[in-house]
């Protein structure tokens, strides 16, 4: 099992690099609900519509995880050093998730193999 950031859902549909180690991996995975609203937002701003993403991303069959008061309090905690690095609300949520499960995550996003994190990045590109 893995945790899912938007981002390797969004190569998948989008056919971008690493599309298919990330749908290879991200099988039975677990999802963040704030990844879950990120995934939906860019997709809409695409053109999507709300049930169209939604079932897309429901095709997947991750399990969507709710955004809790511990998971808040951490992604809280991280916010003043991850900031200034890039680190969004949202990949925060997909961190903190991975930390909670142990898990590893699974993302295009590059620079959390630097952040030194306790825990199992997996970078699809």
Request: aromatic share 8%.
């Given at each position: 099992?893995?945790?899912?950031?938007?981002?390797?859902?969004?190569?998948?549909?989008?056919q971008e690099p690493g599309a298919a180690r990330a749908l290879e991996?991200?099988?039975?995975?677990?999802?963040?609900?704030?990844?879950?609203a990120e995934t939906g937002a860019k997709l809409i701003a695409r053109?999507?519509?709300?049930?169209?993403?939604?079932?897309?991303?429901?095709?997947?069959?991750?399990?969507?995880?709710?955004?809790?008061?511990?998971?808040?309090?951490?992604?809280?905690?991280?916010?003043?050093?991850?900031?200034?690095?890039?680190?969004?609300?949202?990949?925060?949520?997909?961190?903190?998730?991975?930390?909670?499960?142990?898990?590893?995550?699974?993302?295009?996003?590059?620079?959390?193999?630097?952040?030194?994190?306790?825990?199992?990045?997996?970078?699809?590109?």
């Open positions: 099992m893995i945790a899912v950031d938007s981002s390797a859902i969004l190569a998948v549909l989008f991996r991200m099988s039975g995975g677990m999802m963040s609900a704030v990844n879950y053109g999507w519509g709300r049930e169209e993403w939604e079932d897309v991303i429901d095709s997947f069959g991750l399990t969507l995880v709710p955004f809790d008061r511990r998971m808040a309090v951490l992604s809280g905690a991280m916010a003043p050093d991850f900031a200034r690095l890039g680190v969004s609300f949202a990949d925060r949520a997909c961190i903190v998730l991975g930390m909670i499960e142990k898990l590893p995550v699974l993302t295009g996003d590059r620079k959390w193999a630097s952040l030194g994190l306790e825990l199992e990045v997996e970078l699809i590109r």
